[in-house]
């Protein structure tokens, strides 16, 4: 292990992700989640005195915390909200660590759940986006990616079958877990292509799925984890970043806060991205992970297209790249999908990952990446040695 | 060719803060705030600085000029109303002044829109709001190429 412990995931849980769900509650599927985790790890419910949620909006918008601890029956000495979109999942296990570390605590468990009804209710957001953004037509997040997109392709000349490349390797990473929404129906570049262009240069299939799911994981210390059920999987190094939230605040259109936030969490580990096993990074859209892999400095700026027909991201490649199907493989349970990326490294760390097992798996590097590449948060995490 | 006119898609909520730059916008003016103590210009409009944290920033008529720092072609709009208008193209919009924002291109050809393309704003009145969005400061030789009209 190249670093110190600075806290263990000793559990983990998942929900099979589907299109729709018919009258399925979120405190429902948070309970699951979180029953399937605490399992995992080999706990009594009553060990549990931690306690991470994700923002409800619409539906419970505050005392989150307190809502599931008391549906589940439990009380925490440590509970709260993080509201780092899809950096949420990643947002969470330092926080846990770090609140075991300070005493707050001994085991939390981080939870992400959501459903899919049918009745889709629009966001009642009075913030600057909604009045400077959504009134010239630029509602959601389709757009956001977009235009960093054309900026890439504009700036560094990259094309729209480089980025095609980065949602074709999801689903065919997919094919080889039968949970994702994609297993079964693998895309090529050319199929990528071929899909309709949503908001341009973005195509169809290079944006996730939105799904309903949940994930969750428990954090405990380093010595607590030994001698649970399951190997621990150890933190060695976290780093966060918030810049802005609209795209049009951004301070770079190429470049995101996960540089710093990679930067800060691979020093602590003292390691590098070009040592990782396993490359889970936040995928909500083709160009999230063509800008990642250039922030972590596996290519120059600009170079990530390059980087990726030399490379071979499967599972069995020289840089396995979310092996689990990223979310563009496995579908997007909305806050979740962030966390997918922590659960699966675990699998892979603990060498439990099935027929998709990188050999000899030691470390990897997960990001998450909240709203319009404005929230990150990147871990390392290390096998037990 | 779609008139935004009338498209019924939501408007802005005006707070205390930014009203002065919807009136001002129903006037035809684009102004910007000015932050008192160190002289940014800042947009979306604040009560303090971002830069500094005064919270005496003054509104002043700005160029309403610019160039095109990124762009989208919108075919499927995140907001169902706006579907009557594609495709029409969101851009990022550097301003003279320093500050970027979110704004629409008219009176442009979908394939002319290039990234450093210079615009200027043109006011586009959509529902109760005059909307200040960006044309090319070149106008496109041929008219019929327009994939929208400001009338």
């Known amino acids: 292990m190249a670093g110190r412990s600075l806290g263990a995931i000793a559990g983990i849980g998942e929900l099979k992700p589907v299109r729709r769900t018919q009258g399925a509650t979120t405190l429902g599927l948070i309970a699951e989640t979180i ?28 005392h989150v ?61 009075r913030n600057p986006i909604r009045e400077f953004d959504v009134p010239f037509g630029a509602s959601g997040a389709n757009i956001s990616y977009a235009l960093p997109m054309q900026r890439h392709m504009a700036e560094y000349g990259s094309t729209p079958e480089q980025f095609a490349r980065i949602a074709a390797a999801a689903r065919h990473n997919a094919q080889f877990n039968p949970l994702a929404i994609f297993h079964g129906h693998p ?31 428990v954090v405990v210390s380093p010595e607590r984890a030994r001698g649970l059920k399951h190997p621990p999987v150890h933190l060695l190094g976290a780093g966060e970043k918030v810049t802005h939230r609209a795209i049009s605040q951004a301070p770079s259109l190429t470049s995101g806060p996960l540089k710093p ?82 659960v699966e490294t675990v699998r892979q760390l603990r060498h439990e990952a099935g027929v998709r097992q990188i050999r000899n798996a030691q470390l990897a590097l997960v990001t998450g990446n909240g709203a319009t590449i404005s929230e990150a948060t990147a871990l390392v995490l290390a096998a037990d040695s | 060719m779609t008139e935004f006119e009338s498209l019924a898609v939501p408007g802005p909520i005006p707070t205390n803060v930014s ?7 129903r006037e035809g003016l684009f102004t910007l705030q000015r932050c008192d103590a160190c002289g940014s210009w800042v947009f979306y409009p ?17 160029s309403g000029r610019g160039t095109v720092k990124s ?20 851009a990022l919009i550097e301003l003279a002044e320093g500050p970027t924002m979110l704004s629409t291109l008219v009176d442009v050809a979908l ?36 994939v929208h009209s400001t009338q």
């Open chain 1, 187 to 217: 895309a090529s570049v050319q199929d990528i292509l071929a899909s309709p262009i949503i908001a341009s240069p973005l195509h169809l299939y290079e944006i996730v799925m939105p799904v309903a799911g949940g994930e969750a994981v």
């Open chain 1, 261 to 342: 936030a990679m930067q800060q969490a691979l020093a602590r580990a003292g390691t590098n991205a070009g040592a990782m096993s396993l490359l889970a990074l936040y995928d909500c859209y083709t160009v999230m992970v063509a800008l990642t892999i250039e922030d972590a400095g596996l290519c120059p700026a600009g170079g990530f297209g390059r980087w990726v027909e030399d490379h071979s991201l499967g599972y069995d490649g020289d840089f396995p790249l979310n092996t689990h199907g990223g979310q563009l493989g496995f579908g997007q349970p909305d806050l979740a999908g962030g966390m997918t990326h922590v």
């Open chain 2, 46 to 62: 604040r009560s303090h600085c971002p830069h500094c944290w005064n919270p005496r920033l003054s509104w002043h008529q700005a």
């Open chain 2, 71 to 90: 762009f989208s072609a919108i075919h499927r709009p995140g907001h169902p109303a706006w579907t009557a208008a594609v495709p029409y193209v969101v």
């Open chain 2, 19 to 25: 009203r002065p730059f919807w009136d001002a916008a």
């Open chain 1, 65 to 125: 915390p307190a809502t599931v601890a008391e549906y589940l029956g439990i009380q925490p000495r440590m509970a709260n909200v993080v509201d780092l979109g899809g950096a949420s999942g990643a947002g969470m296990v330092w926080r846990a660590a770090a609140a075991i570390s300070a005493g707050m605590c001994d085991a939390v468990v981080c939870v992400l759940a959501n459903t899919r009804e049918d009745e889709v209710s629009r966001s009642p957001n």
């Open chain 1, 35 to 62: 029953r399937l985790a605490v399992e995992d790890a080999g706990l009594e419910k009553d060990a549990i005195d931690g306690l991470l949620v994700g923002p409800q909006v619409g539906e419970t918008p505050q």
């Open chain 2, 111 to 146: 394939d002319s829109v290039r990234v450093s393309m210079r615009v200027g704003v043109r006011f586009v009145l959509v529902g109760k709001f005059a909307l200040p969005m960006f044309a090319p400061l070149q106008q496109p030789s041929k008219e019929a190429d327009s």
